[in-house]
């Protein structure tokens, strides 16, 4: 922490004092914090809090991701990953593929399969569930956190199902848990000129509300970097953190710096190192109801998100082995990382590094 007045000086004496006091920062608080140009001191209290939450831990998790299909009916502007059906590039695993796939990495002792993929026109419901019950098979220890609301809500149209149904069939196939991508920016203003063919905002709550109501736990992400203002950024996570008072069932909630190439969105530079460790900071100020905060190196670069650890970030991800859709948009980070990697990161950066399970339960490695 810095001295109290420095934190007055920078017109941030009051949040200061909110956030020692664990009381909540509202809107106002939030862009103060955006707008102040010290990006070690908005740090410094984003570092408080998540000594306050997690001491010294940072989370990582060995995990594997599994993209089923990158062809999507939605064609967001800022995906470099979708195709559509008969387009160059395009592709659709058979459950066979997705049990090779696993094959490929039999050696690790993963804990999660994450499994997403494009709102592909016709694929069958029954594909679902089958790619979820061959991955519990052959993975019986590990949890499965699969699709995002935007894929359950796109599941139950082409189906003439409800979106709870598909819920529930998911979760008899073998579904744990769900990641937390398609939320974007929930601004209709945003999603009018990146992705208008998308669910809304609003919908993709609704989602999550009634996954947690059912007992399935979920993340949460915010695209940022892009056209929107810091104004939308804090509207994004108010609402989260209104659904979050509700239900509780937000796990951790991760900020997705936009990459810029092999997209349709012109003319934007990208978000810069500083901007990147704010977004993170103001992130864990603003959520105080959502336990963990990923710096998804993917995205940010290892050796950023090393660095976000001091930002508020707790958590780490994890080995995760294929990589398409920050990759396909120019992510320069590794496709992979060991578990060796990670801990070296982590030790490096200062922090104990804690293998972790989806729903943050600490993993006790045998012979460990
Ligand atoms: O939903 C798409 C985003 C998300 C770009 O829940 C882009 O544990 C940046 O949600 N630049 C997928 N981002 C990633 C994701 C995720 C990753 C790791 C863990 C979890 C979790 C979730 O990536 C998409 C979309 O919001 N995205 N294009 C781009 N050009």
Redesign the pocket.
């Known amino acids: 922490m810095l001295d109290s007045k420095s934190y007055e000086r920078l017109g941030l004496g009051a949040i200061c004092q909110k956030v020692l006091e664990g009381r909540r920062l509202d809107r106002e608080d939030g862009e103060r914090l955006f707008a102040c140009p010290d990006v070690v001191a908005v740090g410094s209290l984003a570092h408080q809090v998540r000594t306050r939450l997690h001491g010294d831990t940072a989370y990582y998790v060995i995990n594997q991701h599994i993209n089923y299909s990158n062809i999507c009916v939605n064609g967001?502007r800022?995906?470099?990953?979708h195709r559509k059906k008969d387009e160059e590039g395009a592709f659709q695993l058979s459950e066979a593929d997705v049990v090779q796939k696993l094959k490929e990495r039999e050696h690790l002792p993963l804990t999660e399969v994450?499994i997403?993929g494009g709102c592909h026109p016709d694929l069958p419901f029954s594909y679902f569930e089958g790619i979820l019950g061959k991955v519990k098979e052959f993975r019986p220890q590990a949890y499965l956190?699969a699709f995002?609301a935007?894929e359950i809500a796109h599941f139950a149209r082409n189906e003439g199902i409800s979106t709870q149904e598909v819920l529930l069939r998911l979760k008899a196939a073998g579904l744990d848990m769900m990641?937390?991508?398609?939320?974007?920016i929930f601004s209709p203003r945003i999603r009018s000129l990146l992705c208008p063919e998308k669910l809304s905002g609003e919908s993709w709550l609704n989602i999550m509300r009634e996954a947690h109501r059912m007992g399935i736990k979920t993340?949460a992400?915010m695209?940022y970097g892009h056209v929107e203002t810091v104004g939308e950024r804090l509207e994004h996570l108010m609402a989260l953190r209104e659904l979050q008072d509700e239900t509780g069932g937000f796990v951790?909630f991760?900020p997705?710096?936009?990459?810029?190439s092999n997209?349709q969105v012109q003319g934007v530079a990208g978000s810069t190192g500083v901007e990147d460790l704010k977004n993170m900071a103001v992130s864990r100020l603003m959520l105080d109801n959502i336990p963990h905060l990923?710096a998804?190196w993917?995205?940010l670069t290892v050796k950023l998100a090393q660095v976000a650890l001091y930002f508020g970030a707790d958590d780490f991800?994890g080995t995760i082995v294929e990589e398409k859709?920050?990759h396909m948009?120019g992510a320069e980070s590794e496709q992979a990382l060991t578990r060796a990697g990670l801990e070296r990161i982590i030790r490096e950066g200062g922090f104990q590094p804690v293998e972790r399970n989806?729903f943050f339960e600490r993993v006790h490695i045998a012979n460990g």
């Open positions: 967001c800022f995906c470099a990953f994450h997403v956190k995002t935007v990641p937390g991508g398609g939320a974007e993340n992400t695209l951790c991760i997705l710096p936009f990459q810029k997209n990923k998804y993917v995205m991800d859709i920050g948009a989806c």
